[in-house]
């Protein structure tokens, strides 16, 4: 039996269901973390977002029919928390979730967990000027390495939408690293 599946089962049943969404965690917790990470940009916000993320997966695991991996169903719920969680701020600060993101970005160089250089930093400027569903290709593409196919389950979009949105986004970021 296939191990996601496996884990899956032990999921859905009451009696194992700790052990297992404990492992499910180790396993994913990371990935997901860095995958929220790249849309709300911040921290506190993306450690904030996946507590969340997990709590959903948590209460909604014996909704989960196996028609996509589990990790794709997962990734996005991961998605749709951390586009949630833009727009909340957004309207908290009554500003666009688009300038929410530029103000992340702005913030980069103060956050203590931010790791990254001076060429890191105007990458994620660049990404933070793409409209969000080509960010979000973008990211998945570029730094998770992610499939079409697996981009298509989590953004319930074709490939071929997902491939042009790909492509528009990388001519975009080229033309604002190179200008100056």
């Known amino acids: 039996m296939d191990k996601e599946v496996d884990l899956v089962i032990r999921l859905q049943k009451a009696a194992t269901k700790e052990n297992a969404f404990r492992e499910l965690m180790k396993l994913y917790k990371e990935r997901l973390y860095w995958h929220i990470r790249k849309i709300v940009i911040n921290h506190d916000d993306a450690d904030d977002v996946l507590q969340n993320t997990f709590i959903k997966v948590y209460r909604s695991i014996d909704k989960f029919k196996g028609e996509s991996k589990l990790f794709s169903w997962m990734y996005r719920i991961a998605t749709n928390e951390s586009i949630t969680h833009l727009n909340k701020n957004a309207k908290r600060m009554q500003i666009s979730s ?69 492509h528009i986004a990388v001519k975009k970021i080229e033309a604002f690293l190179t200008a100056d």
Do not use: R, W
């Not at 998770?144 to 979009?157: G, H, P, R």
């Open 98 to 166: 688009a300038e929410i993101q530029q103000h992340a970005v702005n913030s980069l160089k103060a956050d203590v967990y931010f790791e990254g250089d001076a060429i890191q930093h105007k990458l994620q400027q660049a990404i933070a000027t793409l409209p969000q569903k080509q960010q979000l290709v973008f990211n998945m593409k570029y730094f998770d390495d992610l499939k079409y196919s697996e981009i298509s389950q989590v953004l319930e979009t074709s490939e071929g939408a997902l491939k042009a949105s790909y």
